[in-house]
């Protein structure tokens, strides 16, 4: 981990953090850069630890969220696909030659893939993602969008000299190392040939289940770093108890079996955590624990597609 605690110490924010990182993240095997990954038990586990190093560093939780997003969306997305583009390219990304984020958000969505943007007849694209993570460190996004009952996701190259993209900066209130984009396309023309997947469908639960799962081991990292497993015998337990908990259950995660095991896990357990923190007087000193560290907003999931997933836990259960 030297050399990206090196990077992490020096970064000035002239160039772009994520695109800057990835080499040393290469550099350091932090990277699961093998095409078939995550196919045994334990390869899924090794990865969540090392988002758990990354994120008991200074800075290094923004890290571990930008690779966390490329490896558990993109990634997930490009392997799950069969077409040519799909895999030319998991090839560029595991080699480190493209960055590539993913687009699926759109204004007044809703958390329902049914309400995104589908092209015209002719085979045009109007629309507008509004949150793309790592959007401005990527090369391509791969845009979800709906053809008929299907979602099918296309490769958009972000340095097309034909095209002129309509780019903003999202701004939120943690992790500002990280960046986020609202991405607008008009007439946008799309091709066979940059088709990834037929159909996104089903595969977006999986997905968020992997993100909040990460989630889990960004929050072990930084409680960490803060040495607050140090400071109170009931977070020590609590913070041991979910580490167990997260090893237990990645350990046993592999290709194919992800959505299966993460749904009949969730909701993660990470509330007694996050409670022994905020009962901890010298840390909240009587704030809510966002007052105290806006980072923890990441660890609130009240957004409709987790909202969904907690409905579907209840009712399973």
């Not at 040393?24 to 586990?45: I, Q, T, V, W």
């Not at 571990?64 to 077409?83: D, F, S, Y």
């Not at 500002?176 to 037929?198: A, D, F």
Request: net charge negative; hydrophobic share 40%; with cysteine.
């Amino acid at each position: 981990m030297n050399s990206i605690l090196a990077f992490l110490e020096s970064w000035t924010g002239e160039v772009d953090f994520y695109q800057s990182a990835k080499k040393y993240l290469f550099e350091e095997k932090l990277f699961p850069n093998s095409k078939d990954s995550f196919l045994e038990k334990g390869n899924y586990l090794s990865f969540q630890k090392d988002l758990q190093k990354l994120s008991s560093l200074s800075h290094g939780m923004d890290l571990a969220m930008c690779l966390m997003v490329e490896i558990n969306v993109a990634r997930t997305i490009l392997r799950k696909g069969q077409t040519k583009c799909a895999k030319h390219s998991l090839e560029m990304l595991s080699l480190g030659q493209e960055t590539f984020a993913t687009g699926v958000s759109e204004p007044n969505w809703e958390g329902n893939l049914k309400n995104l943007k589908s092209p015209s007849l002719e085979g045009t694209l109007t629309a507008t993602k509004s949150f793309i993570s790592n959007g401005f460190s990527a090369d391509s996004i791969l845009w979800v969008l709906k053809i008929g009952d299907q979602f099918p996701v296309y490769r958009i190259p972000m340095k097309s000299p034909a095209v002129e993209f309509q780019k903003e900066r999202v701004v939120v209130p943690f992790l500002p190392l990280c960046n986020h984009m609202k991405l607008h396309l008009e007439n946008y023309h799309l091709t066979s040939e940059s088709l990834v997947l037929e159909d996104y469908g089903d595969l977006g639960i999986e997905i968020r289940l992997r993100e909040l799962f990460s989630l889990v081991s960004l929050l072990l990292g930084d409680t960490e770093r803060k040495n607050y497993v140090n400071l109170d015998q009931s977070i020590q337990f609590a913070w041991k108890t979910l580490e167990d908990w997260r090893d237990e259950v990645a350990y046993s995660l592999v290709e194919g079996d992800f959505r299966r095991i993460l749904e009949d896990k969730f909701p993660f357990p990470i509330k007694p955590l996050l409670d022994a923190i905020q009962n901890t007087r010298e840390i909240s000193m009587g704030k809510t624990l966002i007052d105290v560290d806006p980072n923890y907003q990441m660890f609130v999931w009240e957004d409709p597609f987790t909202r969904y997933l907690k409905r579907k836990a209840r009712r399973n259960n």
